[in-house]
């Protein structure tokens, strides 16, 4: 991790760069308005992190409100997306601080479980594994199995079980798993 890297909740003045950076590391506009839609959204939970270096805002994750469709009850989770950083400043642990710091944080709270769509390598470097393996069905079939990962937060038992149901700002961006010509 690089030295002088601070993990800190998002504050209003960040939105700016918040939303630059998230634009420029997906290389697609779009991710940065489902990003604003998402702050509009009932998905909202506040739950916003920056990684800041030198006074620059150079890392940002976001974790909003989901449901698992347990047998017993709909449970609240969270999903962990957008994860971005800045591209000057790739591969220095700057995205691994950020979830791990972030989820540290997030400590505490009553949502059992962090989902995220992604690349296995890298989310089981952060604690995540194949949600499938523990029972959990995916919001879509475009998600592909091993990209269906999940986390338990710490300190929460994961006694829930069933389909994860992501809010309607999700599918009105059609930004669920993958398309065929993404
Ligand atoms: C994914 C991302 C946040 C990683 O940030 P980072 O600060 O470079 O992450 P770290 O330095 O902690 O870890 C980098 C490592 O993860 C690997 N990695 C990063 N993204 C990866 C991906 N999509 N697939 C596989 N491996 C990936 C890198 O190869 C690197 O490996 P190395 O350390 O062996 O060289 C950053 O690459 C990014 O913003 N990507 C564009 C947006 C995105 O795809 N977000 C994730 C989906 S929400």
Do not use: C, N
Not at 8 to 32: N, Q, T, W
Not at 71 to 94: F, M, N, Q
């Amino acid at each position: 991790m690089s030295s002088g890297l601070t993990i800190r909740p998002e504050a209003a003045e960040d939105e700016a760069a918040v939303r630059s950076l998230v634009a420029d590391a997906f290389g697609d506009p779009a991710i940065a308005v489902l990003l604003d839609d998402l702050r509009t959204s009932v998905a909202w939970l506040g739950l916003s992190f920056v990684a800041e270096l030198d006074g620059e805002v150079v890392g940002h994750v976001a974790y909003t409100r989901a449901w698992v469709d347990d047998p017993a009850a709909l449970v609240e989770v969270l999903v962990l997306s957008p994860l971005a950083t800045r591209l000057d400043h790739a591969s220095k642990g700057i995205g691994t601080a950020l979830v791990t710091e972030s989820l540290e944080q997030l400590a505490g709270r009553a949502e059992p479980l962090v989902f995220l769509e992604g690349d296995p390598g890298f989310a089981s470097r952060l604690g995540f594994v194949d949600g499938t393996l523990l029972g959990f069905k995916a919001p879509s079939v475009r998600i592909p199995g091993p990209s269906f990962q999940v986390r338990t937060l710490p300190g929460r038992p994961g006694l829930v079980t069933g389909a994860l149901v992501y809010p309607d700002v999700w599918w009105r961006h059609d930004a669920v798993g993958l398309r065929p010509d993404a």
